[in-house]
């Protein structure tokens, strides 16, 4: 039997075989578009082609660690003069302002070079230790005091400062488990060498008329130490307002009267 083929066989067969090209391309863009993941192995561009890269986002520091990073300037007369008109702005005149304002004379000299507390007392009060024997206080009295922002810093500062002090009459004046009607009655016995406390525990002290801060010659304001926070004592606005009612209560007008008085900014 013989099979009979046209003249144009092998032509029919070139085309067919022809069309078979575009269908294969066809089917394999239509697998592309229905399955993504495969385009990477078909398509040229994403080879030839970088990846795209995302953006980092990038991440806002906080206020905290800005803080941690910078290197802070011990504060001089000139800071603490400005803060004082900060804190009356808008409660007292202007001249009730000026008067508040503390010359050189009043200031003890700048933590500059950043001295721990125990080298920094001995720097500014000098002979200490006679001044504790020659002084005969009576009850009610505080030669040194040091003002901070709590009962910890408290405990702290006053175990720094054990290598200045020595051996003298101490008082420790915060709310912190001591009650204050036990700091009224150990302050009404007997007079005090060394103290350190908070601005609040210190005015309820003076108010209760246990502490005659016009015999004082040394206030020490923990002002350049921050806490875990960054944040320093004129930081905290509750602290603040106590330690500015403190100093403008008691403290400054106490030196107006007793010129002896020197305020120091550790």
Same mark, same amino acid.
């Given at each position: ?54 953006? #980092?986002?990038? $991440? ?6 800005? *803080?941690? /990073?910078?290197?802070?300037?011990? +504060?001089?007369? !000139? ?96 709310? #912190?488990?001591? $009650? ?6 150990? *302050?009404? /016995?007997?007079?005090?060498?060394? +103290?350190?406390? !908070? ?68």
């Amino acid at each position: 039997m013989v099979d009979t083929l046209g003249e144009d066989w092998w032509i029919e067969s070139t085309e067919s075989s022809a069309d078979t090209v575009p269908t294969a391309v066809a089917e394999t863009e239509t697998s592309v578009q229905k399955n993504p993941k495969r385009r990477s192995e078909v398509t040229t561009d994403d080879v030839l082609s970088p990846p795209s890269k995302r953006k #980092k986002r990038q $991440k806002r520091m906080k206020i905290t660690d800005k *803080l941690a /990073k910078q290197e802070d300037t011990p +504060a001089t007369l !000139t800071d603490f003069n400005k803060w004082l008109d900060k804190c009356g702005k808008g409660t007292l005149s202007t001249v009730e302002l000026e008067d508040l304002h503390l010359e050189e004379s009043s200031m003890l000299e700048a933590n500059t070079a950043k001295y721990g507390l125990s080298d920094y007392l001995t720097g500014v009060v000098p002979k200490w230790k006679s001044l504790v024997k020659a002084q005969h206080l009576d009850a009610r009295a505080c030669t040194l005091l040091i003002v901070t922002s709590s009962g910890r810093r408290a405990v702290d500062l006053s175990r720094d400062a054990g290598p200045f002090r020595g051996k003298c009459n101490t008082a420790k004046l915060f709310a #912190k488990h001591i $009650k204050l009607k036990e700091q009224v009655a150990l *302050l009404s /016995k007997k007079k005090v060498d060394f +103290a350190v406390g !908070t601005p609040n525990r210190i005015a309820s002290v003076i108010d209760g008329n246990a502490l005659d801060v016009t015999r004082t010659k040394y206030v020490i304001l923990d002002w350049n130490w921050r806490d875990v926070k960054q944040r320093r004592l004129i930081d905290m606005p509750e602290l603040e307002k106590d330690l500015f009612s403190l100093l403008k209560g008691h403290f400054i007008p106490a030196m107006k009267r007793n010129a002896k008085m020197r305020i120091g900014l550790f």
